[in-house]
């Protein structure tokens, strides 16, 4: 579904990604791992397509298609999601508003018809439930005075709603105490599907005991450097990161 | 070089067009309000306060209205034009059509109810001494004088909707209205300024308003002029003790615009709270001024105006808080946010904050720029297209302060206008 080969990519002067390769089949989940500064905010952030990365070289294909061609929005109406880091507030928007434009300009795309008020609230209720949100987020400005946990719940509404082929979820797992790591868990659990693919960034092992994963990477100097199943990702969370960048230079 | 404003004065014709005014109004000393204004002439550019905004036009329609003989009757589909714009707002309405009042007033009485006469029926000292005050009283044939007596609370506004059709011939529309709000009464009072027409048009507004001691008004001004007619406005506002103004003013229309609003804190315990949203496109000019004058402590004032200017446009805000000996406790804050969205966009904005009291609290900040380019990107990756996504986050920029608008009834009416203003019909709060 996702191919990235060699794929090099700098912001201002600085090489952040330097060759990086990796494969993401439909049903798989993977979890890119890393020290900070490793590169892996950026590889999600290229696969979006925000205009401050350059890439200078390699490809990205996405269900075969170049995806490095289309811009944010096109990627988004093709199936890939990004789940942000930091996500953006802004006030005067409102959270349904947004989430309703979001299915529609996907919706367009595939050339159906605009979702149904009725149906378009009967399906943000499920997925409000589903995550544990209050209703009242929906009348709320996007993001606007959330706290860190509930913009990361937010985000995941987002994809539910949204329902990507590709969803990366950029250190999803920040910032959240042990109820909002279920439930994002519950919800990246809810997506799985053998016509879906999910990439995990995150720093922690933490998420993974939530969401097992199919394949472990570890991001080092804007490479992969090492990759294996779960059980990498628990030695690196007995040994820290040293070792990878120890058995790489070795 | 332009001309001085003194210097292209038709002074012989606004002798003329002085003397044959209606006798209904003897309780308007248009002699000495002439006299006044013939020796200081419309506001130049030399002067410190309009610095940046050039009466020229103004200047040109009104000789060019004097010497057509200064006549503005009133045409007929002004009544149709009346009932759409006041069809979609709940609220009992006075037309004036031209500077005349057309139609009926209300004829509200009792407890709840208001008093809405003819100027020319109250005897109204002079307002204050100024040359645009002046040139209205001079010319006014018509205006309003609304009572809202001791305690009384009518339960819905009053709509005041000010419309001017010129066809091919120039129009100087003068307005006024005195407002009194008479201590423990509560009023909402809607203005809506419209015009449309080919030819040169020239309105001066001069809204008077108190506040009595524990009285409160909410006022909405909604200006959505011809783009090519031009506007001068004054609302002055004296405050009582423990009274309260909240404003909200809209400018969208109009080739020159200037708004004067200036609120006078003459009761402790009164609060001010007056916000503005003005949206600039090619050829226009949008210029307010506003100042408080804290006399007494303590008192608070807020306002808050923003603005969105796209192509070749300008605006001006100058927001001036005068924090008077003894006035202690006095708490101003005043802001100034601006959309900058095209290259030849330009705003000029000023705090002005003088204070000679020490137990004050004052703030204020101003912003101009571009739409917020990680708030772009977020839309954009939630599939929403470039374009689509710079509306929205313009829309959000002014939806951040028209839901501080004081009369909750008016925010569908006022997001509509926006919409239409901004070309589009997305309603951003419905979703």
């Not at chain 1, 390699?58 to 988004?76: I, N, T």
Request: glycine share 10%; charged share 25%; net charge negative.
């Amino acid at each position: 579904m996702l191919r990235i080969q060699n794929l090099t990519a700098r912001i201002g002067d600085t090489e952040i990604l330097s060759g990086l390769s990796l494969s993401v089949e439909a049903g798989e989940v993977h979890a890119i791992m890393g020290p900070n500064g490793s590169g892996k905010s950026t590889l999600a952030q290229v696969v979006a397509g925000h205009a401050d990365y350059e890439v200078t070289a390699g490809s990205v294909e996405f269900k075969g298609q170049d995806l490095l061609e289309l811009e944010p929005e096109e990627r988004a109406r093709e199936g890939v999601f990004l789940g942000f880091q930091y996500p953006v507030e802004i006030p005067g928007v409102n959270n349904a508003y947004l989430l309703k434009a979001a299915v529609n300009a996907k919706r367009e795309h595939r050339g159906q018809d605009e979702i149904d008020a009725f149906e378009f609230m009967k399906l943000a209720r499920e997925k409000m439930a589903m995550l544990g949100m209050d209703q009242k987020f929906l009348s709320r400005g996007v993001n606007e005075g959330f706290s860190g946990g509930e913009k990361k719940r937010n985000e995941i509404l987002q994809m539910a709603m949204l329902e990507p082929e590709l969803a990366i979820l950029d250190e999803t797992d920040s910032g959240l105490d042990i109820d909002a790591l279920k439930a994002v868990a519950g919800g990246v659990n809810a997506l799985r599907s053998p016509d879906r693919a999910i990439v995990l960034v995150t720093h922690y092992q933490r998420l993974l005991d939530y969401v097992e994963p199919d394949f472990v990477h570890v991001l080092s100097d804007g490479r992969i450097a090492r990759s294996g199943d779960k059980t990498l990702a628990l030695k690196l969370e007995a040994q820290g990161y040293d070792w990878v960048k120890e058995a790489v230079g070795a | 070089m332009r001309p001085d404003g003194l210097a292209a004065l038709p002074k012989q014709a606004l002798e003329t067009a002085v003397s044959a005014r209606s006798p209904l109004t003897p309780d308007l000393p248009r002699q000495a309000a002439l006299a006044r204004f013939l020796k200081r002439g419309f506001p130049s550019t030399r002067a410190e306060d309009w610095k940046y905004t050039d009466l020229s036009a103004a200047i040109d329609v009104t000789r060019d209205w004097l010497a057509a003989g200064a006549v503005s009757g009133i045409p007929d589909s002004l009544a149709d034009d009346a009932a759409a714009l006041t069809g979609n707002i709940d609220a009992s309405w006075v037309v004036v059509g031209n500077g005349q009042i057309v139609g009926d007033l209300p004829a509200e009485s009792g407890k709840d109810g208001i008093v809405v006469e003819r100027l020319s029926r109250a005897a109204v000292e002079p307002s204050i001494e100024q040359p645009l005050a002046d040139l209205n009283a001079a010319l006014l044939t018509d205006g309003l004088h609304v009572r809202v007596p001791k305690g009384a609370r009518p339960s819905r506004p009053l709509g005041i909707l000010y419309l001017d059709q010129t066809d091919e011939d120039p129009l100087v529309s003068l307005q006024r209205a005195v407002i009194d709000v008479e201590a423990g009464a509560q009023i909402a009072v809607i203005e809506y300024h419209a015009s449309k027409g080919r030819g040169g048009h020239y309105s001066n507004t001069q809204v008077e308003l108190s506040v009595g001691d524990g009285g409160s008004i909410d006022y909405v001004r909604l200006q959505n002029r011809d783009r090519a007619h031009s506007q001068t406005q004054r609302l002055g506002v004296t405050l009582a003790r423990d009274s309260a103004f909240r404003h909200f003013a809209l400018d969208l229309g109009g080739a020159l615009t200037r708004n004067d609003l200036t609120i006078d804190i003459a009761g402790p315990g009164a609060e001010a709270r007056f916000d503005g949203l003005y949206i600039a496109g090619d050829g226009q000019h949008i210029d307010n001024h506003t100042r408080v004058d804290h006399r007494v402590g303590p008192a608070r004032s807020a306002q808050e105006y923003r603005g969105i200017l796209r192509g070749q446009c300008r605006a001006v805000w100058n927001g001036k808080a005068i924090v008077h000996e003894g006035a202690d406790g006095t708490d101003a804050v005043q802001g100034n946010h601006n959309l900058l969205l095209s290259e030849g966009a330009e705003i000029d904005a000023k705090p002005e904050l003088e204070i000679y009291a020490d137990d004050v609290k004052c703030a204020h900040g101003t912003t101009v720029g571009q739409l917020d380019e990680s708030a772009l990107f977020y839309l954009r990756s939630r599939g929403i297209g470039p374009s689509d996504a710079q509306r929205i986050l313009t829309h959000a920029f002014a939806a951040s302060i028209v839901r501080e608008l004081p009369i909750g009834r008016l925010s569908d009416a006022v997001n509509t206008l926006i919409d239409r203003r901004l070309g589009d019909s997305l309603a951003m709060e419905s979703a």
